[in-house]
């Protein structure tokens, strides 16, 4: 049972223009959520997270939307950059659970 | 550079066979997870210690086991090797214990089972 989901396993930018990567999760009781990025032949590495209590989350070129109705959360990377190409795997944990569930990942390629 | 190491990096062995993978969290950092990847997956938790003592614990196979020492680092030991059980094993380490903390990762050990 998948409960986050990453849905396009891959997709390609041109460089200056909005990347939006989805995610969607099954479980109500997540309350946090991340967004990593995974470089080849290198452990992921933190971007962005919300919480529950809020709809958006921004950090400079990223920023992070969460759709608690459509357990749907979206990360937008604008301007896309041709270092920005790398794998994005969002993540979700219960408060309490101590753990992440993870999705998939997409594979994200900014064209230059 | 994340601050966590794992070694071996690659590892090739065979079915039947047992290894022990290490990890050394951050300087400081008390919490340390394992997690898997294996070929178009997403990163599966499969356990957490929190200065020495079991925290958590995910789809961790009876076959696995790890344990925290306590100069903090930490070993998976994975025996009676499968061919499915070729993977990215990634260690993370992070100060606390709140799922809110972030999570510092590793290179990952990459392991190849024959």
């Known amino acids: 049972d998948q409960q986050v989901k990453q849905n396009s396993p891959s997709l390609s930018v041109q460089e200056g223009r909005i990347s939006i990567l989805n995610c969607d999760y099954t479980n109500s009781m997540f309350d946090y959520f991340l967004w990593y990025k995974k470089y080849p032949a290198e452990g992921p590495t933190f971007l962005i997270s919300i919480s529950s209590i809020k709809d958006k989350n921004e950090d400079g070129r990223f920023t992070v939307f969460l759709n608690k109705s459509a357990k749907h959360l979206s990360l937008h990377i604008v301007p896309s950059q041709p270092g920005d190409s790398a794998v994005y795997f969002c993540a979700a944990s219960v408060s309490g659970t101590y753990k992440y569930i993870f999705g998939t990942g997409t594979r994200l390629k900014v064209l230059a | 550079d994340s601050g966590v190491t794992q070694t071996p990096k690659h590892l090739i062995t065979a079915t039947g066979q047992r290894v022990t993978l290490r990890c050394s969290p951050r300087s400081g950092d008390l919490s340390v997870y394992w997690y898997q990847q294996s070929l178009d997956q997403g990163l599966q938790f499969l356990i957490q210690?929190?200065?020495?003592?079991?925290?958590a614990k995910g789809n961790i196979l009876e076959r696995f086991s790890a344990q925290q020492f306590p100069d903090l680092h930490s070993e998976l030991n994975l025996s009676s090797l499968e061919l499915g059980d070729s993977a990215l094993y990634f260690c993370a380490s992070s100060l606390w214990t709140s799922p809110q903390e972030t999570q510092y990762f590793g290179p990952g050990t990459r392991l190849l089972v024959l």
């Open positions: 210690y929190y200065n020495g003592e079991e925290r």
